[in-house]
């Protein structure tokens, strides 16, 4: 299922965000502040994901999709990289099952070609094992770039239409290559950690997101922190190029 672009059509408006797209930030500075190794912010960042996955299921959000690993953080120390790493395999060992017993969906989107082959296969392995899962798709954004994730769509669309045609492409064309076309585009972006940065996240798909940023770091955001980012999200006009008369007269229609 490929979903329009919301530059085309306006998508479903609701209470609870269909769709949350999260960075979370700031595990670093949770632990340097406790004094502890950076590793240590890393490894309780990941019991702050199971929060949130089990909070939003339960708020009845359809789609989470947290970054977990940016193109960019290669940059990162190799000792912290390797960490992180190991952390990824830890966790899919842990969680997956868990996440099939909850009807929980995983994917995992970006250039998966220079992790490790033992990785790539148990990535593949946890997305096989929960493909029906309908109750709330997980997607962990993993060596993942915005302006990758446009390159390679491009690349694909090219690919199908043959790039001599002189044809003039869609962005629906190009929407259906993206990485995430499978999903809806975000409702609500969320950044942790203070930072009010996309940071190369879902360019294409946070053109009309609602933007929510929070100073707390991601080992400390549960579900109250969630509710306080829901709550503003509601307290938002979506609009989508629309007047706000239009609105209120679409509100008195319905």
């Known amino acids: 299922m490929t979903h ?80 992180l790493m190991r952390l990824f395999v830890t966790a899919l060992e842990r969680e997956v099952g868990k996440m099939h017993n909850n009807g929980i969906r995983l994917r995992v989107v970006g250039d998966l070609s220079r992790f490790d082959t033992k990785l790539q296969e148990m990535i593949a392995n946890a997305e096989r094992k929960t493909v029906n899962n309908t109750n709330l798709t997980l997607t962990i954004c993993a060596n993942y770039g915005g302006r990758w994730d446009v390159m390679q769509a491009v690349q694909k669309m090219l690919a199908e239409g043959g790039s001599d045609t002189g044809v003039a492409f869609t962005e629906d064309q190009l ?48 579900g109250a922190e969630l509710d306080k980012a829901i709550v503003s999200y509601q307290q938002r006009e979506r609009r989508f190029g629309r007047t706000s008369e239009q609105l209120e007269k679409q509100k008195k229609a319905s």
């Not at 990941?46 to 999709?65: D, K, Q, S």
């Not at 190369?200 to 991601?218: C, H, I, P, R, V």
Request: net charge neutral; hydrophobic share 40%.
């Open 175 to 222: 929407a259906k290559h993206l990485a995430m076309a499978y999903a809806p585009e975000p409702d609500l972006f969320i950044r942790t950690g203070g930072e009010q940065r996309i940071s190369n996240f879902l360019l294409w798909q946070l053109a009309y997101s609602e933007l929510y940023f929070t100073d707390t770091y991601w080992p400390d955001f549960n």
């Open 4 to 83: 329009s672009s919301s530059t085309l059509s306006v998508p479903i408006n609701s209470a609870v965000p269909r769709h949350i797209a999260i960075i979370m930030d700031g595990n670093g500075r949770w632990a340097t502040r406790r004094f502890l190794p950076r590793f240590a912010g890393h490894a309780k960042g990941v019991e702050a994901v199971r929060n949130i996955v089990e909070a939003c299921a339960t708020r009845g959000v359809e789609y989470l999709t947290l970054f977990a690993f940016s193109s960019e953080n290669w940059r990162r120390p190799e000792e912290e990289v390797s960490l």
